[in-house]
């Protein structure tokens, strides 16, 4: 394969709330009560949604891009803000 960059302003514009896949990679997680869960390390597009892939001390964390589980995005702080929904950490049933 090929790799095929372009500059950021050439780009095609988004909506507000759309993200392009590179500006995820790297972007630190915590829940809404403050604990760390690692970084985005991987945006898998699905059918659906998106799905981030979050590397940490939990070890991989897959979070569904809606809503109801990314509650804040912020790409200046490098940040985002999840509700985890049960089950979705190893060894949490919920």
Known sequence: G???QIPIEAAVPLE???YYHFQLIGVRVET???A???QV???L???ANDVYVVRGP???VLLPAVDDVVLELDL???RMVVHLLPGMLAGDEG
């Open 58 to 60: 939990w070890g991989e």
């Open 76 to 78: 200046a702080l490098r």
């Open 2 to 4: 090929m790799l095929v």
């Open 36 to 38: 760390w869960l690692g």
């Open 32 to 34: 809404e009560t403050g």
């Open 41 to 43: 390390v991987d945006v």
């Open 45 to 47: 597009a699905t059918g």
């Open 16 to 18: 507000e709330g759309e």
